[in-house]
């Protein structure tokens, strides 16, 4: 039976965490859709706003150190996780580089019969000369985009006598042109399709070309050219992207963190009373009522939490209030109308009359 209920308990806080991240992952794809539709300013204010009055009740309700710890717990870990991906994606990106060599000899065309006769005479450096070699394969377009982020976004930063992290072996360079500056070799249709993609005026036309020289023989040098097609706001529109997943991931972490405070059970009845105080504070506000008789405080009368007269101060009433004008109870307005001490209340915790529940304010 202990091992049931050890597995029983497991399961139950596994079911739990599964539902926590189905619902932050819904609040993710509800604000996602919500900003494709609406933008991102709406998208903002509408989930942000809803965060905020729930953080304020929970503060309201005794439960802003819980929520926040929670909330804190969640980022750190996101943020532990991020530095670790962004670590092995940008290790893996540094060493995805083929080098810049070539052992295998050209054999298109005439070179096939020849290469056949004059391999058997020629030693292998010669033959290379005579014949050429195939190309070692180019940098990975990451590689790539790597060194356009670097020569565009981050050529601010000082450089210190450093090499980039983000630069390729050999040398890169970027040579932008306006719309009739396109590299040799670009065809019309091209040219079209960026003009298309791209708002007049905005676009840069260029080449990113990396050279090498053979690492093994060194007897050639290899060439690479990739035609590329940039766009100054590029840089804003990523900006804009990045902004706006960091706002939604913050959002998911939030409302996860509200959820997993909720599913305790009297975290989630303290929010709840707070809850249904604001609604009908609210409800008064919009439709207001007179407030019901109160019925008077006689001596004699006792409160219902300390059992002691309610013309007197609480035993653990701290207030300074003395003499015969100082007011030491409180009374349902909206229920029943009767009276306790306000710092039994206080204590007690919650908004509500002890003899109708109705709310004290």
Not at 17 to 32: F, I, N, P, R, Y
Not at 261 to 266: D, V
Not at 334 to 343: P, Y
Request: hydrophobic share 50%; with cysteine; proline share 6%.
């Amino acid at each position: 039976m202990a091992v049931f209920s050890v597995v029983k308990a497991f399961l139950y806080g596994v079911l739990l965490g599964v539902l926590w991240e189905c619902a932050s992952m819904a609040v993710l794809l509800g604000a996602t859709l919500v900003e494709h539709l609406c933008g991102t300013v709406f998208m903002t204010c509408v989930f942000l706003g809803l965060a905020v009055l729930a953080f304020s009740i929970a503060s309201r309700a005794d439960l802003a150190r819980p929520l926040f710890s929670i909330l804190a717990f969640r980022l750190t870990a996101q943020l532990a996780m991020t530095l670790g991906t962004g670590s092995v994606l940008l290790t893996t990106m540094l060493h995805d580089t083929p080098p810049c060599a070539s052992t295998e000899l050209r054999k298109t065309g005439w070179r096939a019969p020849a290469l056949r006769v004059a391999r058997r005479v020629l030693p292998r450096g010669w033959l290379r000369r005579i014949f050429g070699v195939e190309p070692p394969f180019g940098p990975p377009f990451l590689r790539v985009l790597a060194a356009a982020l670097s020569h565009e976004w981050l050529g601010w930063l000082p450089s210190c006598g450093l090499p980039s992290l983000l630069s390729l072996p050999g040398t890169i360079t970027f040579k932008p042109g306006g719309s009739g500056g396109l590299p040799v070799g670009a065809s019309v249709d091209d040219a079209g399709l960026a003009s298309g993609w791209l708002s007049s005026g905005q676009e840069l036309a260029g080449v990113y070309t990396y050279a090498c020289q053979d690492t093994r023989h060194g007897d050639f040098h290899y060439l690479f050219r990739y035609h590329a097609f940039w766009m100054r706001p590029a840089a804003m529109a990523l900006l804009h992207a990045l902004g706006s997943l960091l706002i939604k991931m913050l959002l998911m972490h939030a409302y996860a963190a509200l959820f997993m405070l909720l599913a305790q059970a009297n975290c989630r009845d303290a929010w709840v009373a707070e809850l249904r105080r604001r609604a009908d504070r609210f409800r008064r506000f919009l439709w207001p009522r007179p407030p019901v008789r109160l019925i008077a405080v006689e001596p004699g009368d006792l409160c219902a939490f300390c059992h002691e007269e309610l013309l007197q101060a609480a035993p653990d009433d701290g207030s300074p209030a003395t003499g015969p004008d100082a007011v030491h109870h409180r009374s349902c307005r909206w229920g029943c109308g009767k009276a306790v001490h306000t710092a039994c209340a206080a204590n007690w915790g919650r908004n509500a009359c002890v003899y109708c529940s109705a709310p004290m304010s």
